[in-house]
């Protein structure tokens, strides 16, 4: 009996394997999560086999974790994805993300965007903007251009 537990192991390792490569070569999203999906059966085989051959029943809890953790993780996948336009999905090949990166300007700490509704709407007191204080002092009272 003992042989059936290592071919069943030997399967399950190969499973494994397999999903691995499919998640390190993609090439979408989706597919990815898919092979995670396997590996996480995978990890659920690999319990139950353990609980069969050392006859533990413990290891049953082990099992729903991962079940509810396969289950959680595929549908945030899953809900990030249909927000996703098939080019945001696309992940990024190391030379297209150095490409990528190369082209897109570096932005100084002072020029980092700002998030402040009321920065944003009235540049600060000597930007290089055209607009003098006396403008934007009248724009604040409501008299504007």
């Known amino acids: 009996m003992t042989w059936v537990y290592v071919v069943c192991l030997a399967t399950l390792a190969l499973a494994v394997v397999v999903a691995v490569t499919r998640v390190e070569q993609g090439p979408s999203m989706l597919d990815r999560a898919v092979a995670i999906d396997v590996i996480t059966a995978g990890l659920m085989g690999f ?55 190369r082209d897109e300007p570096q932005l100084r700490d002072e020029d980092a965007p700002v998030h402040d509704v009321d920065q944003t709407a009235m540049p600060a007191p000597g930007d290089a903007t055209g607009v003098d204080d006396a403008t934007r002092v009248a724009a604040d009272e409501g008299g504007g251009r």
């Open 47 to 101: 319990v139950a086999i353990t609980a069969a051959m050392t006859g533990r029943t413990d290891l049953i809890a082990i099992m729903a974790a991962l079940a509810l953790v396969g289950f959680i993780s595929t549908v945030a996948v899953a809900r990030f994805a249909g927000a996703e336009s098939d080019e945001e999905r696309r992940i990024l090949t190391r030379e297209e993300l150095e490409a990528l990166l």
